[in-house]
C-alpha cells in the first residue's frame, strides 16, 4: 500500500514538473520572434526585454552602428547594462557589466582618445563608473574608469559642453549634489574624476538643450529639490540659472525638438502628478498646466506623435502603470488618451525612431514591472495610399470598459473571500460520530495491517486495493487489474 501511494504521488510531482518545464519553454522570447502586449488604444506594443529585476532606466544608442539600427539599453536594480540589438523586430540581449547594485545614467560619447569611436559610460548607486565598448567581431570591453566613494551616481551629461576646450566633456551628477568633471589623463584609458561644482540636491534628469555649432548650450536639469534648472560649463564651473521654483520635487523633464524660428519649450514632471510646460519667452520662462494626473509621474518625452505635425504631443508614464499621450491642436485644450498599461509601476520613458513603417516616433519604457516594452504607431500610419498587410493578425487590444468588468469581479471576489474567511473564523466545530461494534484497537492505533473490528472508519481513513460493488462482486480500487 505505502509502496503504492509512493509511485502515485512520484508521477503526480513528475507531472507538475512537466507542465512546469513545458509553461517555461513555452514562454513568449523577444529575441525569437515578435512578442506583442495588449495595448488600451490603436497604438501597438511589444516586448522588448523580460529580466529578473526593476529596469530604472532605459533609452537607445549606437555603440554597434555596423549593425545599422539604433540599440536599446536597460539598467536594472542588480547593476546590469542590457545592450538590446534588433534584427527584423526580434531583440537580442547582450549583458555588459553587473555591479551588484542599480545603475541610474548612461550616455554615448566620444571622450577616450585611446579608442576609435564612441565609448558608453554608466554609472550607479556604488558610485562606479564604467567604460564600454563594443568589438567589431562582437562582445564589449568593460572598464572600471573611475570611483566617487561615498556617493551614487544618478545623472550623466555628455557632449562638446566646453567649446573652448579640445574633445567633448562628461558631467556626473551625484546624490548629494556634488558635480564631477570626468577627463581623460595623458596615460592610456587612465581618467581622473576632479569635483567641479555644487548643485542644492539631486539632480534626477538633464538633456542638453538644442544649440549652434561652437555655442557654450544650457542644460536644463529637474532637481528633487524643487527647482529646474538651467546649467553651462564655464572654466572655473556651473553657471546656473533657476527656471522654476516650487514646493514640490520635480522628476523628469522632456526638451521639445528644435523648431525654427520657435521658443525653446521644456516639459517637466511633479511627483504630485503635475506636468508643466515652460516656454522660453523674451528673458523668463511661461508657466503652463498641462496635466493634472495620477501621483508619481516618473517618465515623460516630447516626439511626434501625431500624423500632423503641427500637433504638439507628449506621453507620460508613472506609478499609474499606465503610459499616457498628452496632444494639443494649436487653439484647442489638451486632451490624454492611455495608451498601454503596464504589469507595474513605471520609471522611465525615451522616445527613438525604430520602426520606419508609420511617420511617428516609437515611445520605449521601463520601470518596476521588469521589462521593457516599446509603443507605436501601427504599419502605413501616416503614410497616405501605402498599402498595409492584409492577412496582419489583429493586435491584442483591451477595452476600458472590459478592464473595469475584471477590476470589478476582482472586488466582489474579495470582498467574498473575506466574508467567508470571516464566517469561518466564527462558525464552531462540528464533529461526526459513528457507532460500530468494535474491541480495542490497542496502542497502534487504526492500521490496515490487523482487523479488531470498526471497518467502516477504516474505510473512511483508507481506500483498499479492491472493493465490493453493488452486487458484492471484487472490483478494482486503488488497483488497476488484478
Excluded at 534628469?205 to 524643487?226: D, K
Amino acid at each position: 500500500m505505502q509502496a503504492l501511494r509512493f509511485i502515485i504521488v512520484s508521477l503526480l510531482c513528475v507531472s507538475v514538473f512537466g507542465q512546469s518545464l513545458h509553461s517555461k519553454k513555452d514562454t513568449p522570447d523577444p529575441a525569437k520572434a515578435e512578442v506583442p502586449l495588449v495595448s488600451q488604444s490603436s497604438w501597438q506594443a511589444r516586448l522588448v526585454y523580460q529580466g529578473d529585476a526593476g529596469i530604472w532606466t532605459t533609452g537607445t544608442t549606437r555603440c554597434m552602428p555596423r549593425l545599422g539600427a539604433p540599440d536599446i539599453f536597460g539598467l536594472d536594480d542588480k547593476g546590469r547594462c542590457i545592450i538590446l540589438t534588433s534584427y527584423s523586430g526580434k531583440w537580442t540581449p547582450f549583458q555588459t557589466i553587473e555591479d551588484r547594485a542599480w545603475l541610474g545614467a548612461l550616455v554615448n560619447i566620444d571622450l577616450d582618445p585611446n579608442r576609435p569611436g564612441a565609448e558608453i559610460y554608466t554609472g550607479g548607486k556604488n558610485g562606479n563608473l564604467y567604460q564600454i565598448q563594443a568589438r567589431t567581431l562582437g562582445g564589449f570591453d568593460t572598464n572600471l574608469i573611475v570611483r566617487i566613494p561615498a556617493e551614487e551616481i544618478h545623472t550623466l551629461v555628455a557632449g562638446d559642453l566646453l567649446p573652448k576646450r579640445s574633445g567633448n566633456e562628461l558631467l556626473v551628477f551625484t546624490r548629494t549634489g556634488q558635480v564631477f568633471d570626468i577627463r581623460a589623463t595623458e596615460k592610456p584609458s587612465i581618467f581622473e574624476a576632479l569635483h567641479f561644482d555644487d548643485m542644492p540636491g539631486r539632480i534626477r534628469q538633464a538633456v542638453v538643450l538644442p544649440h549652434s555649432q561652437g555655442q557654450t548650450p544650457w542644460i536644463a536639469g529637474t532637481g528633487r529639490f524643487g527647482q529646474v534648472v538651467l546649467m553651462r560649463m564655464t572654466a572655473q564651473g556651473l553657471e546656473k540659472t533657476t527656471i522654476i521654483e516650487e514646493p514640490m520635487g520635480f522628476g523628469r523633464l522632456a526638451a521639445a525638438r528644435t523648431r525654427h524660428g520657435k521658443n525653446d519649450v521644456l516639459y517637466v514632471t511633479r511627483d504630485d502628478g503635475l506636468i508643466l510646460r515652460l516656454e522660453h519667452v523674451d528673458a523668463s520662462w511661461k508657466r503652463e498646466i498641462v496635466y493634472c494626473g495620477p501621483q508619481g509621474a516618473r517618465g515623460i518625452v516630447a516626439g511626434r506623435f501625431n500624423e500632423d505635425p503641427t500637433v504638439e504631443t507628449i506621453a507620460v508614464f508613472g506609478y499609474s502603470k499606465k503610459v499616457q499621450l498628452l496632444s494639443r491642436k494649436a487653439g484647442e485644450p489638451w486632451r490624454v488618451e492611455t495608451l498601454f498599461v503596464d504589469v507595474d509601476k513605471g520609471h522611465w520613458l525615451a522616445v527613438a525612431e525604430l520602426d520606419g513603417r508609420n511617420t511617428t516616433d516609437e515611445i520605449i519604457g521601463s520601470g518596476y514591472g521588469k521589462r521593457i516594452f516599446m509603443l507605436s504607431r501601427p504599419p502605413g500610419y501616416g503614410l497616405k495610399g501605402v498599402p498595409t498587410d492584409p492577412d496582419a493578425a489583429p493586435e491584442p487590444k483591451a477595452k476600458h470598459k472590459a478592464i473595469r468588468a475584471r477590476q470589478e469581479i476582482h472586488r466582489l471576489k474579495k470582498r467574498k473571500h473575506k466574508k467567508q474567511k470571516k464566517h469561518k473564523k466564527h462558525k464552531k466545530e462540528i464533529s461526526l460520530r459513528i457507532g460500530v461494534d468494535a474491541g480495542p484497537l490497542g496502542a497502534e492505533g487504526p492500521t490496515p495491517l490487523s482487523y479488531k473490528g470498526g471497518f467502516e472508519t477504516k474505510t473512511m481513513i483508507y481506500e483498499t486495493l479492491v472493493r465490493r460493488d453493488d452486487e458484492g462482486r471484487i472490483v478494482p480500487a486503488l488497483a488497476s487489474s488484478f
